[in-house]
């Protein structure tokens, strides 16, 4: 958490491998990339044009670096979606107090990551330091629509994805995609002005540091390291209330995902696949009642529900039944579906499972209804 007065001569990564980083998010089973380009100290990790306080100001590569472009490269090698983050809140330039001049020269920075790279998945605005700070918004969110349509923007200025409004990689429960504010930032109660437009369906996305206690690197730091068992809980209670996992994971000083965070990111990723990527049996349904037939008596204590979300969040309360000796059991019950319900209860030996809709706003389109043991064997 930098102040901006840290010289660029510290920057020089010499074992630096952008190609690291993606595969082993790519190993893992992650969807897309973020890199944080910007931090709120100002040090651009791209030689832009707009300030000294660069990579090219620092003895790595001899100046000609360029983080964002390796990475850039390197999530194209992988065919892995790449995201940016890039702070409004620059505690380093000078300008930043004065309004106009600073969004001019925030605005050349974001227009060379939008136009020199390739295709981005995500732009990450974040609102830390800038509670109750007005930036040229319409303007910055064109300069996004106008170079980086596709990209998702979040959770500033006009954003197709919101933040869950804490750092610890939690949705609660119930989590609906629907929704007219969020929180600007961890230091703040208040709620983000978003540009008129900004569309009701916002799906959330967690952030959540590998460290137990921050985003960045540091020495003899091993204590720090999340558990698997901590990541899992994580992962049930973000992507299982159907929003997006963000896992920060901090290169070293080396410019290298240290040995003992790689293999953390790799077991969490094998873990995830152990436990979902062979469900004992799957269906699909219109309707108020979808029934799940084993193809035999097994024993399950997962399922996951995935409404088909084209059609919105239509179910608003729903049960989960077990067929015992001829007679229907409930043994779980829920609210928000979305795009995904990940929903754990006692081990349970059956041959069918029935999913009933209880309360509905329309027709309930259920794209997916499957079963899980995910106990170890």
Not at 305 to 334: H, N, P
Not at 348 to 354: I, M, P, S
């Amino acid at each position: 958490m930098g102040d901006g007065t840290d010289s660029p001569e510290k920057f020089n990564p010499t074992s630096f491998d952008a190609k690291q980083w993606i595969k082993i998010a790519k190993n893992a089973g992650f969807k897309y990339f973020v890199l944080t380009a910007k931090h709120h100290d100002g040090f651009c990790l791209w030689p832009t044009e707009t300030t000294d306080y660069s990579v090219k100001s620092s003895p790595w590569k001899n100046g000609e670096g360029d983080v964002v472009l390796e990475c850039a490269k390197a999530c194209q090698e992988e065919d892995m979606p790449f995201g940016v983050y890039i702070s409004p809140w620059d505690r380093h330039e000078k300008c930043h107090p004065d309004k106009e001049k600073y969004d001019d020269f925030y605005c050349r920075q974001l227009t060379e990551i939008l136009t020199q790279y390739c295709q981005l998945v995500e732009v990450w605005f974040d609102g830390a330091g800038s509670e109750g700070r007005e930036y040229d918004w319409k303007r910055i969110i064109g300069l996004v629509k106008k170079y980086q349509p596709d990209a998702m923007i979040f959770n500033m200025g006009q954003p197709t994805i919101r933040w869950v409004g804490n750092e610890d990689g939690v949705a609660p429960y119930p989590w609906w995609n629907t929704r007219s504010n969020a929180k600007i930032s961890m230091f703040s109660d208040d709620s983000v002005k978003w540009l008129p437009g900004t569309p009701n369906w916002l799906p959330a996305e967690c952030d959540v540091s590998i460290r137990g206690n921050h985003w960045f690197w540091q020495e003899n730091d091993e204590s720090s390291l999340r558990s698997l068992d901590d990541l899992l809980s994580i992962y049930y209670c973000s992507v299982g209330h159907g929003t997006n996992l963000l896992l920060n994971v901090a290169p070293d000083n080396r410019g290298l995902i240290p040995e003992e965070e790689k293999k953390r990111v790799l077991e969490f990723g094998d873990e995830i696949r152990r436990r979902f990527s062979i469900p004992i049996t799957v269906t699909e349904g219109t309707g108020s009642e979808i029934i799940l037939e084993l193809p035999f008596e097994a024993f399950v204590n997962t399922i996951v529900l995935q409404e088909d979300i084209s059609g919105g969040e239509r179910v608003r309360k729903y049960e989960i039944d077990s067929l015992r000796e001829g007679q229907w059991s409930t043994i779980a019950e829920g609210t928000a579906i979305g795009h995904k319900r990940v929903q754990c209860f006692p081990l349970e030996k059956t041959k069918n499972l029935r999913f009933r809709a209880i309360e509905t706003v329309g027709e309930p389109l259920i794209l997916s209804f499957s079963c899980f043991n995910t106990t170890k064997k």
